[in-house]
């Protein structure tokens, strides 16, 4: 099993940073990707970045690409996302998920695992 806790969210003003991080708190016996999607007020969940399960292969959508950075350390199972310049339209709630694999992947109906979600509030 896995359960996804994120934590890093926050207030900032635009141009700034944040850091995102999801633990998983369970013990797991299987390798699993990871991925990083948002939600933003009126509009449906949207795909920003995920990663595989070693790490060596990372996607972007273009929205965030250059100016976020997804990472994972699996000695503490945990994966980061690393926000620079941040802009308002950058507000939403991001959610961390998990698919059992060694690849990550864009399409949210692949994760089986997910977070309950940090708000990212982004000031112009």
């Known amino acids: 099993q896995v359960r996804l806790v994120e934590s890093g969210g926050g207030l900032v003003q635009a141009g700034g940073s944040l850091r995102l991080s999801c633990a998983n708190s369970?013990?797991?016996?299987?390798?699993?990707?990871r991925g990083w999607f948002r939600q933003a007020p009126g509009k449906e969940r949207e795909f920003v970045a995920s990663?595989?399960?070693?790490?060596?292969?990372?996607y972007y959508s273009d929205s965030v690409k250059g100016r976020f950075t997804i990472s994972r350390d699996n000695a503490k199972d945990t994966v980061y996302l690393q926000m620079n310049s941040l802009k308002p339209e950058d507000t939403a709630i991001y959610f961390c998920?998990?698919?059992?694999?060694?690849?990550?992947?864009?399409?949210?109906?692949?994760?089986?695992?997910w977070g309950q979600g940090t708000q990212v509030t982004v000031s112009s």
């Open positions: 990663i595989s399960w070693n790490g060596r292969h990372t």
């Open positions: 998920a998990g698919r059992r694999g060694s690849a990550g992947s864009g399409d949210e109906a692949e994760y089986a695992y």
């Open positions: 369970a013990r797991t016996d299987s390798d699993y990707a």
